[in-house]
């Protein structure tokens, strides 16, 4: 049985609203974080940032900080609209979090008397956690700054497991003076943090900062990533039996350019991925003679070194690689 009444598609009823009616709907509409935070209770009174059960505010909208939605500042009364307040959270040394695989590689020394001090921080959107790493050096005390900056992700399947270094700093203050982070200290941080990655996961890391400029240079040239120095510390750590280049990113929250390198699942995997590594290798030296100077004298020193570690673990002696990959797979 059908209501009676006004006839839904009648031009009474397809009017828009007035402006005074969306104004008035607009300032009874709970207020919205200006930061990307969902929509929460306007705050009583300034300055009070204590959460209610099931309040929506308060999410973590980047790191190190916490977004909170507050009542208008006095000084800004006049202007009628939110204030998108960021309060500190706190960051918490790695050990203080049972089970967390970061703190496996707490205090791991890196060099004659250096050690990684790894501190965790919020959840990200994603939620992956926000992880920074400090040094510390015997007679010299921890640096001012941290080393890097990252994220570490667990999940269900083997691919949800990563650990991505999203900025790196290589020159750190450490007490009145600054030092440079050598090559050796590097490759050990680098074989540290691959050290947490299973079976099937993955080790991203940047190289947008100056200290990876010969990587970018590199990689720019289409040299394979092993070859490149970044890519061949992590190649030797045990996270590049396949890397992608993530050179563009969609959008600014991508971050910075980043070389994804990923652990094998198994010993089949292994050896089926070298033997495409190592054809790969071989094409580049012969066509590296046209690159720059500069570009040669940096990566094929690394790339001979990563063809004879690929000829060991496939059983292959110096020479031309055989044709018949299959048979090597075998």
């Given at each position: 049985?059908?209501?009676?009444?006004?006839?839904?598609?009648?031009?009474?009823?397809?009017?828009?609203?007035?402006?005074?009616?969306?104004?008035?709907?607009?300032?009874?509409a709970p207020p919205r974080c200006?930061?990307?935070?969902?929509?929460?209770?306007?705050?009583?009174?300034?300055?009070?940032?204590?959460?209610?059960?099931?309040?929506?505010?308060?999410?973590?909208?980047?790191?190190?900080?916490?977004?909170?939605?507050?009542?208008?500042?006095?000084?800004?009364?006049?202007?009628?609209?939110?204030?998108?307040?960021?309060?500190?959270?706190?960051?918490?040394?790695?050990?203080?979090?049972?089970?967390?695989?970061?703190?496996?590689?707490?205090?791991?020394?890196?060099?004659?008397?250096?050690?990684?001090?790894?501190?965790?921080?919020?959840?990200?959107?994603?939620?992956?956690?926000?992880?920074?790493?400090?040094?510390?050096?015997?007679?010299?005390?921890?640096?001012?700054?941290?080393?890097?900056?990252?994220?570490?992700?667990?999940?269900?399947?083997?691919?949800?497991?990563?650990?991505?270094?999203?900025?790196?700093?290589?020159?750190?203050?450490?007490?009145?003076?600054?030092?440079?982070?050598?090559?050796?200290?590097?490759?050990?941080?680098?074989?540290?943090?691959?050290?947490?990655?299973?079976?099937?996961?993955?080790?991203?890391?940047?190289?947008?900062?100056?200290?990876?400029?010969?990587?970018?240079?590199?990689?720019?040239?289409?040299?394979?990533?092993?070859?490149?120095?970044?890519?061949?510390?992590?190649?030797?750590?045990?996270?590049?039996?396949?890397?992608?280049?993530?050179?563009?990113?969609?959008?600014g929250r991508e971050g910075p350019?980043?070389?994804?390198?990923?652990?094998?699942?198994?010993?089949a995997h292994a050896i089926q991925?070298?033997?495409?590594?190592?054809?790969?290798?071989?094409?580049?030296?012969?066509?590296?003679?046209?690159?720059?100077?500069?570009?040669?004298?940096?990566?094929?020193?690394?790339?001979?070194?990563?063809?004879?570690?690929?000829?060991?673990?496939?059983?292959?002696?110096?020479?031309?690689?055989?044709?018949?990959?299959?048979?090597?797979?075998?």
């Amino acid at each position: 049985m059908r209501r009676r009444g006004r006839c839904p598609t009648s031009s009474r009823a397809r009017r828009p609203r007035s402006a005074r009616t969306r104004r008035a709907r607009a300032a009874r509409a709970p207020p919205r974080c200006r930061r990307g935070g969902r929509r929460g209770r306007q705050r009583r009174s300034w300055g009070d940032f204590r959460e209610r059960p099931g309040a929506k505010h308060g999410r973590e909208c980047n790191l190190g900080t916490r977004c909170a939605v507050a009542a208008p500042h006095p000084s800004r009364a006049a202007l009628g609209g939110l204030v998108a307040v960021t309060v500190p959270v706190p960051w918490r040394a790695a050990p203080e979090v049972p089970g967390h695989p970061l703190a496996t590689i707490d205090m791991t020394e890196v060099g004659n008397g250096v050690r990684m001090l790894v501190e965790l921080g919020p959840l990200t959107r994603s939620g992956a956690t926000a992880f920074r790493v400090f040094l510390h050096a015997e007679g010299l005390g921890r640096t001012k700054e941290p080393v890097l900056y990252g994220l570490h992700h667990t999940g269900r399947l083997p691919t949800h497991h990563w650990v991505e270094v999203t900025s790196f700093q290589a020159r750190i203050p450490i007490g009145a003076d600054e030092a440079e982070i050598p090559e050796g200290i590097d490759a050990l941080i680098v074989a540290s943090l691959a050290s947490v990655v299973p079976p099937g996961g993955h080790l991203a890391m940047e190289y947008d900062s100056p200290h990876r400029h010969q990587t970018a240079l590199a990689l720019a040239a289409h040299v394979p990533p092993e070859a490149t120095p970044l890519g061949a510390m992590m190649f030797s750590a045990g996270c590049g039996i396949v890397f992608r280049d993530l050179h563009s990113a969609d959008g600014g929250r991508e971050g910075p350019r980043r070389l994804e390198g990923m652990r094998a699942h198994d010993e089949a995997h292994a050896i089926q991925r070298a033997a495409e590594r190592l054809v790969a290798l071989e094409a580049f030296m012969g066509r590296s003679k046209d690159l720059d100077w500069g570009v040669q004298a940096t990566c094929r020193p690394l790339a001979e070194k990563v063809m004879g570690v690929l000829r060991e673990r496939l059983g292959l002696g110096d020479g031309p690689v055989p044709l018949d990959l299959d048979a090597i797979r075998r």
